[in-house]
């Protein structure tokens, strides 16, 4: 389809505006430069590095593997705070646990195993805490999205609430029969393997957004086999691959697992990516204008997004 048209995002019930004609227009606006870090095994003014001292003062044990630590600076604490009620002025408490998730020792490599042994290991500890009703597991990939330290980490922030975007998606069962149908499309699937399928989604709002889906119909991270850990680390290889090879650049994103809170009892797990990156390595999109005060819309079509990922 190459005139506009929206579409449908069955997970949460909005809409997408598809304007595939606007793909050739010159662009003039702004350009970032390129950054790419020197690929360093250590860097001793790194807060997140082996035995070096974080900003609050604390030391990094000499780890070898993974490493998980309380947040310094976290968006959440433990104590509560008192509601408030006074006519359309409403507050109440939002308490949690915020941890970093170190993926290695060396400051410049992202390694292929452990990781998702640690979101298993994290999650099963914190959605046993008593007071946790959610567990949102995200990383920041790049100073475009917002990473303030290079070394390669993610962070888990555990909450007392259910966090709206997942509120919204309140329709996840559907994710069993619609990887089956984009497996047997095949425009949209990206890369694939015995326990897994990534695709760019129909509904896609991100220029190189894609979705990772278990074959599976599993809740959380928890609930996976030992097979299947090892299948998502190689997915999860293989789809950076094609995301830093497409612009030929570290390619910048945010991540993050959506995974059955406490308390729900139908929800299909699933992984979103959003990178920002649009033409090339120094152009990105911009959610502004018409994306903040009407609706999500984009320019090309996840239908070419996933081919030139899948090339």
Known sequence: MNLPHRRWNPLNGEWVLVSPHRALRPWQG???????????????SCYLCPG????AGKHNPNYEGTYVFENDFPALLTHQTNPIQMGL?????????CRVLCYSPHHSIRPSTGIVDAWCEQSAELFAHPDI????IFENRGAMMGASNPHPHGQIWAT????????????????GDYW???WQLAERLVCSNEHWVVVVPYWAIWPF??????????????????????????????LTARYDKLFDTSFPYTMGWHQRPNGVADFYLHAHYYPPLLRSATIRKFMVGFEMLAMPQRDITPESAAQLLRS
Do not use: H, W
């Open 30 to 44: 702004q350009v970032d430069a390129a950054q790419e870090a020197a690929a360093l095994a250590y860097d001793p």
């Open 52 to 55: 070096n001292e974080r900003a």
């Open 89 to 97: 002025l409403r507050s109440e408490p939002a308490c949690g646990i």
């Open 133 to 136: 009703q959610s567990v949102q």
């Open 160 to 175: 007392s609430f259910i966090p709206p975007e997942l509120v919204k998606e309140t329709n996840t069962r559907v994710l």
């Open 180 to 182: 089956k149908q984009e």
């Open 209 to 238: 957004e894609t979705l990772v889906i278990p074959r599976r119909a599993v809740g959380r991270l928890t609930d996976l086999e030992d097979v299947e850990r090892e299948t998502l680390s190689e997915i999860l290889e293989r």
